[in-house]
Nanobody, 117 residues
Framework: QVQLAESGGGLVQPGGSLRLSCAPS????????MGWYRQAPGKEREWVAQ???????DYADSVKGRFTISRDNAKNTVYLQMNSLKPEDTAVYYC???????????WGQGTQVTVSS
């Protein structure tokens, strides 16, 4: 059973930064795409960013220029660096990964990010 372990959430003031981490069980090279989604209270889950095995990246317009996703195969971890955080970034952030061999999407348990003064 594939598991994704997330960490790095917390409370930060507007304009601050946080870095989220996602470490899959097994080798990260088994996943062709890994990314982050978020879900704010009362809203649907939305896509935030993704990184491919080729290291290509893509971002939602709402975070472009502020968030950076990266993939470190040596550390078997995907990161989401979040800068210039805004109150509207407050949400539970979920790691997502597409497994090459099982051809299934997997989700982490979520980590809370709260941006508030």
């Amino acid at each position: 059973q594939v598991q994704l372990a997330e960490s790095g959430g917390g409370l930060v003031q507007p304009g601050g930064s946080l870095r989220l981490s996602c470490a899959p069980s097994g080798s990260i090279t088994s996943f062709s795409a890994m990314g982050w989604y978020r879900q704010a209270p009362g809203k649907e889950r939305e896509w935030v960013a993704q990184v491919l095995s080729s290291s290509g990246t893509d971002y939602a317009d709402s975070v472009k220029g502020r968030f950076t996703i990266s993939r470190d195969n040596a550390k078997n971890t995907v990161y989401l660096q979040m800068n210039s955080l805004k109150p509207e970034d407050t949400a539970v952030y979920y790691c997502n990964a597409y497994h090459i061999h099982t051809q299934q999407n997997y989700w982490g348990q979520g980590t809370q990010v709260t941006v508030s003064s």
